[in-house]
Nanobody
């Protein structure tokens, strides 16, 4: 059974930093591209960043480019999202995701990030 567990969210002032972690189990982590999404009240869930299996392919939504960094440590079955220069508009519930194809799409329960102005 695939499980994804996020941690690292919290309350931070604008301009501050946080690092989110997502620990995966029940899957061949090193063979899985991983993504971070976020959702704030009244808005659709948004893809924030994706990392390929070896970490050499990265994609970011334009609004976080230059501020957020996605990385992974396959030996620890963990993917990270380092968030710098946080803005109030980054406030959202952040989710870890892995899509294994054939409708096998898995989500963690998420972690809340709140950025105060």
């Amino acid at each position: 059974q695939v499980q994804l567990v996020e941690s690292g969210g919290g309350l931070v002032q604008a301009g501050g930093s946080l690092r989110l972690s997502c620990a995966g189990s029940g899957l061949t982590f090193s063979s899985s591209a991983m993504s971070w999404y976020r959702q704030s009240p009244g808005k659709e869930r948004e893809l924030v960043a994706t990392i390929t299996t070896t970490g050499d392919g990265l994609n970011y939504v334009d609004s976080v480019k230059g501020r957020f960094t996605i990385s992974r440590r396959n030996a620890a079955n963990t993917v990270y999202l380092k968030m710098n220069s946080l803005k109030p508009e980054d406030t959202a519930h952040y989710y870890c995701n892995v899509n294994l194809g054939r409708s096998r799409d898995y989500w963690g329960r998420g972690t809340q990030v709140t950025v105060s102005s």
